[in-house]
């Protein structure tokens, strides 16, 4: 999972404090690249931002691997606009309707908005690659699991790149994980039945935005010996503090220094 990857970097080095004889190594490339590795038993962990799918459960099972989920924090899901856009809100119907098969906003001038910068008006949809579990997440949450995603998106790698390039271009909007937001970006709230919530590590805990999400991690089986004591761990005060540090909720309440 390329949204959990620094946080999985963070935990790995200190890691090394605690037990510095348990080598870890860890790689990014997106939610569907850890599945398949663990479906073909290259990784003893999983990282990542959706749920495994049936079909890669059987594929898994097939292989005699039964994966275990185990879940390691949460995420608000950030929608990312430059900061000259003057939008301070948007609706889930809005996103639908921008990113979505079948959509018909494609100029800001449908939402109602002129952004300097932007002399096109064309809204610009920066989007995530197939294999990203944010992808897959925001096309179940937002558009809906039977819809697809509108063809002409800027589809990146990362969720870096994503912020990247929303930064540069006053006409884009983009999608990720909160922990990738910079100054250099501006975050609207989304609009919800109880009024318009803010994406933040407290709207992510108490469930309040309304596209958070659990982060997972995946074990083959049960996970025992080495690699059960470094999840154990990683749900400890100590490892949940960590991905509080790197501004993602924990998954259970803790309290740090």
């Known amino acids: ?35 398949s590795a663990m479906i073909n ?4 962990l999983a990282n990542a931002s959706r749920k495994m799918k049936e079909k890669e459960v059987k594929m898994a099972e097939e292989n005699g691997i039964y994966p275990i989920e185990h879940v390691v924090g949460f995420d608000a899901l950030a929608i990312f606009i430059h900061p000259d856009n003057p939008i301070d809100e948007i609706s889930l119907e809005q996103l639908a309707d921008i990113y979505g ?5 494609d100029s800001w001038s ?21 294999n990203s579990g944010t992808f897959v997440y925001f096309q179940e949450a937002v558009l809906g699991k039977e819809r697809d995603f509108r063809l ?20 884009a909007i983009g999608y990720s994980g909160l922990a990738y937001a910079t100054d250099h970006v501006k975050m609207p709230c989304v609009l919800t039945e109880g009024g318009c919530v803010a994406p933040s590590v407290e709207t992510a805990i108490d469930q309040s935005y309304p596209i958070a999400r659990p982060l997972f ?17 990683i749900l400890s005060d100590t490892g949940q503090c960590i991905i509080l540090d790197k501004g993602y909720a924990p998954a259970t309440t803790v309290s740090c220094g």
């Open 1 to 35: 999972s390329d949204t959990l990857v620094n946080v999985a970097q963070a935990w790995a080095e200190e890691y090394k404090e605690v037990n510095p004889n348990i080598a870890i190594a860890v790689s990014g490339g997106g939610s569907g690249t850890g599945i």
């Open 41 to 44: 038993g290259t990784v003893d």
């Open 101 to 105: 098969e079948g959509g018909t906003a």
């Open 110 to 130: 449908q939402i109602g908005v002129e952004i300097p910068g932007c002399d096109s008006g064309e809204i610009v949809r920066v989007s995530r690659q197939n």
């Open 152 to 171: 002409g998106s800027r589809d990146m790698h990362g969720s870096k790149d994503v912020v990247d390039l929303v930064e540069k271009t006053p006409c």
């Open 217 to 233: 991690m995946y074990t083959a089986g049960q996970p025992e010996g080495s690699v059960k004591e470094y999840l154990d761990w």
